[in-house]
């Protein structure tokens, strides 16, 4: 399937929803990381909430998911979701499932839109990014959810080094607190730019004059991850077809470097577009 979200959270992996036989499942899964024997359980599943191309994050014990699309077409385009839902998987409770927060959330939140990307900064704040609306506007705004307030708001960014509207594309906190953004497919074709936000001044920061090294050739749909001092860029599409190759940029020295052809060891994973990156948080993506 694809369209689907993975994120970690404590030692496990959680995998919920996506798009398999032409039908989105609202079936969440998860898997013990710890156990190279283990296998996927399924932990809970909600038809109603089926959807895919959403954003899904984990603030350490909660699994957070903000909008997404579902397989209902209109004369308006998609049909989409500017909710938010939230799940404890560590909950005892024999009804375990999802909370969806209408109503408590406050503030403005995104519009209903598909293709977004969400990170969050590791601590109370989660922040969404771009996307395509019902009409196929590609967007370039950037929101943020307190979590502990459960408030939207929208960032005004204080710098004209503005992102232009895309979707697909590779975001992630980096270890400087930094959030980057790389690539994906705007209204102009495919995108290799590569930008970084600092939420303290709100400014953006277009990398991609100064970075050294080889940088990845323009791209959508592919794995996008952070771990330790580098930011790591996988698979994807691009123009001649699906990419297999791996790329790190080294915050510390601003260095771009094909890892493809190195010292990397063990099989390498095929070409593939949409690919779903997850670090564990200790030393694995």
Not at 143 to 163: G, R
Not at 256 to 282: K, T
Request: net charge negative.
């Amino acid at each position: 399937k694809y369209g689907f979200g993975l994120v970690s959270a404590g030692q496990k992996l959680y995998m919920f929803s996506g798009f398999p036989y032409g039908i989105p499942l609202g079936e969440l899964h998860e898997l013990d990381v710890t156990d190279p024997a283990s296998s996927w359980v399924l932990v809970t599943a909600n038809f109603r909430l089926s959807r895919y191309f959403y954003a899904m994050v984990s603030d350490s014990k909660r699994l957070i998911v903000h909008g997404g699309q579902t397989f209902f077409f209109g004369s308006s385009g998609f049909s989409g979701f500017s909710d938010v839902l939230v799940l404890d998987p560590s909950s005892d409770s024999e009804s375990l499932g999802w909370s969806n927060l209408a109503g408590e959330v406050s503030g403005t939140a995104p519009s209903p839109r598909r293709c977004f990307r969400v990170a969050s900064d590791g601590s109370d704040r989660i922040y969404v990014h771009g996307g395509q609306t019902t009409l196929g506007v590609f967007l370039d705004d950037l929101h943020v959810l307190d979590v502990p307030e459960w408030n939207w708001s929208e960032i005004d960014a204080t710098t004209d080094q503005l992102p232009q509207g895309r979707c697909y594309h590779g975001m992630a906190f980096g270890a400087d607190g930094r959030l980057y953004v790389h690539g994906g497919i705007s209204v102009y074709g495919l995108l290799d730019d590569f930008f970084a936000f600092d939420p303290a001044t709100s400014a953006w920061e277009n990398l991609s004059i100064a970075a050294q090294g080889t940088p990845p050739p323009a791209r959508y749909m592919h794995g996008f991850a952070a771990a330790g001092s580098g930011i790591f860029v996988f698979g994807g599409l691009g123009s001649a077809g699906p990419f297999g190759d791996l790329f790190v940029f080294n915050i510390t020295n601003q260095t771009w470097v094909n890892l493809l052809g190195s010292n990397v060891i063990g099989p390498w994973p095929s070409a593939r577009e949409n690919p779903v990156f997850a670090f564990d948080g200790v030393d694995k993506i």
